[in-house]
């Protein structure tokens, strides 16, 4: 039996340190279709000997180890004695297991195996939209943006001959805008985040994730407004605080930028990307002890954080220790070569 519902993995904000970095971390291969064919059983019932029978139970089955199942299915596939229709299944409930144990590259060519086999075969498209969600979520983590973006794009594409629910239409289109945005391209991200609104209206995330692309881009008044309509649409969600915290901060509103990152910290304390902009919005204030205190703390999680490194080097420099200005300043730009650049943007040079 297939379920009739599924949901595509959310893409986590994987952005730069201006955009939100705050969100749900979602499981890999949400609900699964399993896949079962009685095909395959009918084939073993009618021809095989009862160790080819368990084999064939084995790839069928949903309760089966997920080695053992792998290597069932994986029988079945080398015999090649099966039509294409229970070898699809084969693939199918194989791809299932690999994509269980996190073996995405492999779980990705099963799903596509099936389909090529049995281009009409529902389950293993959903199934491959799935893993191709979760495969790109964790490209975009690692930084491979461009790979991630392959794989929401082939979501897409998969949608003209299986259409998606609307729901994770936007999701897929919200992943993808995720993607492009990390890699600084912000008009095709906020193409991808209005498309998903589009399609789902009451979309916060997408809200959210459209505000930190427009005040990337200087569109402060638009980053605003689409983020209080994600604070309205979800008043706990966190990014949506972080997103119109940044652009209060770039307009120099720095009242309503600090009240929006403790309201931040409140629903996701000590979270990095917070830290680091509050210490952003106090080091262009000239509060240097503030900015220390906020950057060092950001940094006790995330020791590698370029814009931390730098905004303390930048504290340190204003405050006379020229020394640890200098180290701070060094490892940031190793870390990331236009740090400076985007400091400069702030006026803190």
Partial sequence: MEPNNYKIPIMPPVLKPTLCRLGPRFSSFVLLAVGLSSLLLVFAVSSATAQSL??????????????????????????????????????????IAFGKKGERDRAVADFRGAMKL??????????????????GISFGSGGNFSAAIADFREILRLDRAYPLAASNLAIAYNNRGIASATSGNYVKAIADFSEAIRLNPKYAPAYSNRATAYANKGEHDRAVSDATTA???????????????TAHGKKRDFVRAMADLD???????????????????????????????????????????????????????????????????????????????????????
């Fill in 54 to 95: 368990q084999i064939f139970q084995n790839c069928a089955k949903p309760d089966v180890a997920l080695n053992d199942k792998i290597a069932a299915c994986t029988a079945i596939i080398r015999a090649g004695q099966v039509d294409n229709g229970s070898m699809a299944v084969a693939l199918n409930n194989r791809g």
């Fill in 118 to 135: 049995n281009p009409g075969y529902k389950s293993a498209s959903r199934n491959l939209t799935v893993a191709l969600a979760d495969r």
């Fill in 231 to 245: 604070i309205r649409l979800d008043p706990a969600l966190a990014s949506a605080y972080l997103a119109r915290g």
């Fill in 263 to 349: 309201e931040t910290l409140r629903r996701a304390p000590n979270d990095t990307a917070t830290l680091d902009r509050r210490g952003l919005i106090y080091l262009m204030q000239q509060q240097f002890d503030s900015a220390l205190a906020e950057f060092e703390a950001a940094l006790k999680t995330n020791p590698k954080l370029a814009s931390s490194l730098y905004g303390r080097g930048m504290a340190k420099l204003k405050q006379g220790d020229v020394a640890g200005a200098e180290a701070d300043i060094a490892a940031a730009k190793k870390l990331q070569a236009n740090v400076a650049d985007e400091f400069a943007r702030y006026g803190i040079k």
